[in-house]
Nanobody
Framework: QAPLVESGGGMVQAGGSLRLSCVAS????????MGWFRQAPGSGKDREFV?????????AYADFVKGRFTISRDDAKNTVYLEMNSLKPEDTAVYFC???????????WGQGTQVTVSS
């Protein structure tokens, strides 16, 4: 069983919204942090940090999503969400969920879910 499974990606017009979900096979309360990263295929860019939430619930965001994206976790469902509003074409990417079980870095990754924003 995959440790992390994302869903919720799709195609949306600029200004629209999507909610990504990441279901963990382990208890999310056991992870120090859970985060979302993204990578735009063909852009030449490395995978970039989007948002993360630590065990205490404190979130952190990349500057380019502040005020538009919200990360949250539901430990009862072992799920982390990324609510994305006011989407822009430059948000088009494969979005990956990640978990950090050791506080030393993200050591579990999902397979990714495609988000495409059309202008």
């Amino acid at each position: 069983q995959a440790p992390l499974v994302e869903s919720g990606g799709g195609m949306v017009q600029a200004g629209g919204s999507l909610r990504l979900s990441c279901v963990a096979s382990a208890r999310t309360s056991d992870f120090y942090a859970m985060g979302w990263f993204r990578q735009a295929p063909g852009s030449g860019k490395d995978r970039e940090f989007v948002a993360r939430v630590i065990r205490s619930g404190v979130p952190a965001y990349a500057d380019f999503v502040k005020g538009r994206f919200t990360i949250s976790r539901d430990d009862a469902k072992n799920t982390v969400y990324l609510e994305m509003n006011s989407l822009k074409p430059e948000d088009t990417a494969v979005y990956f969920c990640a978990a950090d079980s050791t506080a030393l870095g993200y050591n579990f990754w999902g397979q990714g879910t495609q988000v495409t924003v059309s202008s």
